[in-house]
């Protein structure tokens, strides 16, 4: 079903909104505080914003007015989280550790009045969705982290809810069985509407259509997956990406930067002059050289950073970042403080407007 919440809640200085298309999965990214885990509690009905409005298809979850906000249909109303049909998957598993994993699975069937033979059948079909029949007479104590956390998933799909969320349901976890638990969280999420909440881009790259990012408790930027990340418009979501993220304004075809430097790009559609515009580009597309070069597209920087990866060397300048091979890097012999210009060719470089 599809999803529209919008939320304001003052104490926190959170003013967030999102929505859902029918089986679509948003991923939500931001840095620690951006009020992710704010969005899904108020989404689940455990926290009430001061004001906002959801609905779950047609369904009015809450509607506590706010700005913009026709107040007359279902004013003050506030449903409580069972009665959302929302299921909440936590970072921890959050298993009833007197039940068996069967039983764990069965419970929401079993409270809803089915027999247990009915509950049984039905939860372990959901034990095969996530590759765990073998686990059914285990106790949560004896269930590895990836193993809980399939469980988990199992018991809130068997709720059938219309909207799963997830708050970084990989966090917690070894990072050896994270693989396997993101293919079978491929399989679950695939035309099922869910929002996910991860600090990982692999998790929105493989598990979100759309993902919104957060930023100081308001949304900075949301659209499709990729054109988000490599595009992207803060330096919060170049960031996550690895790419770096050149801003200033569009003139004649090029960005010019506010200290008036000019960058030359692939503009991905046209632009107005004197508009907001946004370069990026890969580190590994960036050279490192000591003296000016001809290149049209330059940018001096002072190193802060030289850090080995592996077969590449990364030299940073602030936001600014070239991953050199080691013999180069060797040869510029550069350490913080030094003073260096970063080019690449405007073909590597993608423009965009802001
Ligand atoms: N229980 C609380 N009481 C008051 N303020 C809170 C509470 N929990 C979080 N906040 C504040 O609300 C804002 C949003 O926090 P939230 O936990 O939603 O961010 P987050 O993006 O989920 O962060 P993280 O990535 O660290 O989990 C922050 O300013 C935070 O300090």
Not at 59 to 76: A, K, T
Not at 180 to 196: F, P, Y
Not at 222 to 242: I, W
Not at 285 to 290: E, M
Request: with cysteine; charged share 25%; proline share 6%.
């Amino acid at each position: 079903m599809s999803f529209e919440l919008e939320a304001h809640l003052a104490e926190r200085d959170v003013s967030v909104a999102i929505e859902v298309a029918e089986g679509e999965t948003v991923a939500v990214l931001g840095p620690n505080g951006s009020g992710k885990s704010t969005m899904l509690a108020v989404a689940a009905g455990l926290l009430r914003p001061d004001s906002g409005w959801a609905r779950l298809g047609d369904r009015v979850l809450f509607d506590l007015g706010g700005p913009g906000r026709d107040h007359d249909r279902g004013r003050g109303r506030w449903l409580p989280p069972h009665a959302r049909g929302i299921a909440l998957l936590a970072q921890e598993a959050l298993l009833f550790p007197h039940l068996s994993v069967l039983d764990n699975v069965a419970f929401g069937s079993r409270s809803r009045g089915r027999s247990r033979s009915e509950s049984a059948a039905h939860a372990r079909v959901w034990l095969e969705q996530v590759d765990a029949v073998e686990l059914a007479g285990r106790r949560p104590a004896e269930l590895s982290g990836g193993q809980a956390q399939r469980i988990a998933v199992a018991r809130a799909l068997a709720a059938d809810p219309a909207l799963l969320l997830l708050d970084e349901p990989m966090a917690a976890l070894d990072v050896s069985v994270a693989p396997a638990l993101r293919r079978m969280l491929r399989g679950v999420l695939a035309g099922r509407s869910a929002v996910i909440v991860t600090h990982d881009v692999l998790d929105a790259f493989t598990l979100a259509d759309r993902v919104v990012v957060l930023d100081a408790g308001r949304v900075v930027d949301s659209g499709p997956t990729a054109a988000v990340l490599e595009r992207p418009r803060t330096p919060f979501a170049a960031g996550l990406t690895g790419v770096n993220l050149i801003t200033g304004t569009a003139r004649g075809g090029r960005v010019l930067t506010a200290d008036g430097r000019r960058v030359d790009a692939r503009f991905t559609e046209p632009v107005t002059d004197g508009t907001a515009a946004g370069v990026s580009v890969r580190p590994a597309a960036v050279a490192v050289t000591l003296e000016e070069p001809p290149a049209s597209c330059r940018l001096p920087g002072r190193v802060t950073d030289v850090e080995p990866r592996g077969d590449t060397v990364r030299v940073r300048a602030g936001t600014l970042a070239a991953d050199l091979s080691p013999r180069a890097a060797a040869e510029l012999d550069l350490a913080p403080g030094a003073t260096v210009w970063f080019s690449f060719a405007a073909d590597d470089a993608t423009a965009y407007p802001l």
